[in-house]
């Protein structure tokens, strides 16, 4: 028997999710003991070895949840869980010399401040100009290019087209399969901060299973009862109350598609500006024409939601030391908060 569960990368390019399968397996009743690298093998003709080597070296394969080595021998009636970097699609990559910020880099990884209005991977209707053609120039244009992997850059996750922040990057295998580990254990730190529509006076957690919208496949849908969707959690706090709308860190304790965005909405604080969410419209406050300016001011300073990837926090793939990395939000970000600053300062 055999379960997936695929993270995957969507054609809409909109997707601020974690890129990596996980695959369960119940070794049959009456199964001659095989080593496990061959036993997968057989049920995984898509992946090759060298893919579950470093699966087996990173600790990626559980077999009744411990760990094993490629060398285990399964039984019969063993649950076998194996979690997978989600491979690269089978496009043509022509590195394009597309400026980006690279915050840290050395052999294994690098840590980039993805702009707004770019998309990370290319797939339908972005086949040009993401952030994967421009690592991809990158790394083919490094001085040290020791390892084949370089100049084809691995995603573990992503964010979305108009979301800003931080993002890390594979340079080898072995990082990609590490990092990708990381991600489905939960282990990696994520916080973000979001300017939200409403007064959001006090700290809140989010759950509710997360699906594609059964009448807009482009959207993502809170389905609270839990018969459709993934379990998503979403804890978020104040860290600036406007009244009208109010600046907010959310951390992920999952990565699903759109799931900051689809969640502050269920509860009443849809993003600021959110193209997609119905943020770019007034949510709250007195419809004047001297307020919807005012309003109209801010929305031109971004190109869709106010979110920021701020913070972002890992195991190093070689060295297990921790790294966290900080960054400050986009200029056009600021000046919104500035604005709100101000506003609310000439208020009555």
């Known amino acids: 028997m055999i379960e997936v569960e695929e993270y995957k990368?969507?054609?809409?390019?909109?997707?601020?999710?974690?890129?990596?399968?996980?695959?369960?397996?119940?070794?049959?009743?009456?199964?001659?003991?095989?080593?496990?690298?061959?036993?997968?093998?057989?049920?995984?003709?898509?992946?090759?070895?060298?893919?579950?080597?470093?699966?087996?070296?990173?600790?990626?394969?559980?077999?009744?949840?411990?760990?094993?080595?490629?060398?285990?021998?399964?039984?019969?009636?063993?649950?076998?869980?194996?979690?997978?970097?989600?491979?690269?699609?089978?496009?043509?990559?022509?590195?394009?010399?597309?400026?980006?910020?690279?915050?840290?880099?050395?052999?294994?990884?690098?840590?980039?401040?993805?702009?707004?209005?770019?998309?990370?991977?290319?797939?339908?209707g972005n086949y040009t100009g993401t952030l994967v053609h421009a690592l991809a120039f990158h790394f083919n244009n490094l001085p040290d290019k020791s390892e084949e992997f370089f100049g084809r850059p691995g995603l573990v996750h992503r964010l979305d087209k108009h979301t800003t922040g931080l993002m890390v990057i594979a340079k080898t295998e072995h990082a990609l399969t590490h990092l990708a580990k990381q991600f489905f254990d939960r282990t990696t730190e994520r916080l973000y901060w979001a300017l939200v529509w409403g007064?959001?006076?006090?700290?809140?957690?989010?759950?509710?299973?997360?699906?594609?919208?059964?009448?807009?496949?482009?959207?993502?849908?809170?389905?609270?009862?839990?018969?459709?969707?993934?379990?998503?959690?979403?804890?978020?706090?104040?860290?600036?109350?406007?009244?009208?709308?109010?600046?907010?860190?959310?951390?992920?304790?999952?990565?699903?598609?759109?799931?900051?965005?689809?969640?502050?909405?269920?509860?009443?604080?849809?993003?600021?500006?959110?193209?997609?969410?119905?943020?770019?419209?007034?949510l709250k406050g007195m419809k004047n024409a001297k307020y919807s300016r005012f309003i109209d001011n801010c929305f031109k300073l971004i190109d869709g939601q106010a979110l920021h990837a701020k913070t972002l926090g890992f195991e190093h793939p070689v060295t297990k030391e921790y790294m966290q990395f900080d960054s400050e939000l986009p200029t056009g970000f600021s000046e919104i908060i500035r604005k709100w600053e101000t506003y609310t300062k000439e208020l009555p």
């Open 9 to 124: 990368v969507y054609s809409d390019q909109e997707g601020e999710e974690e890129l990596f399968e996980h695959f369960r397996f119940k070794a049959e009743p009456g199964l001659v003991i095989i080593r496990i690298d061959k036993y997968l093998m057989d049920r995984m003709p898509n992946t090759t070895r060298n893919r579950l080597q470093n699966a087996a070296k990173n600790g990626n394969i559980l077999v009744n949840e411990k760990r094993v080595k490629q060398n285990y021998k399964v039984k019969p009636l063993d649950e076998i869980s194996i979690v997978l970097p989600f491979p690269m699609r089978d496009l043509e990559l022509v590195p394009e010399d597309i400026p980006i910020e690279i915050i840290y880099e050395d052999d294994d990884l690098a840590v980039v401040n993805k702009p707004s209005n770019m998309v990370v991977h290319p797939g339908h």
């Open 199 to 282: 007064d959001a006076e006090e700290a809140g957690k989010v759950t509710g299973n997360l699906g594609r919208s059964l009448k807009n496949r482009k959207l993502v849908t809170v389905f609270p009862d839990g018969d459709y969707g993934k379990h998503a959690v979403t804890h978020y706090k104040p860290i600036r109350n406007f009244g009208l709308v109010t600046l907010v860190e959310c951390k992920l304790e999952t990565g699903r598609t759109h799931q900051i965005r689809a969640h502050m909405k269920h509860i009443g604080h849809t993003l600021f500006h959110d193209l997609e969410y119905g943020g770019d419209s007034v």
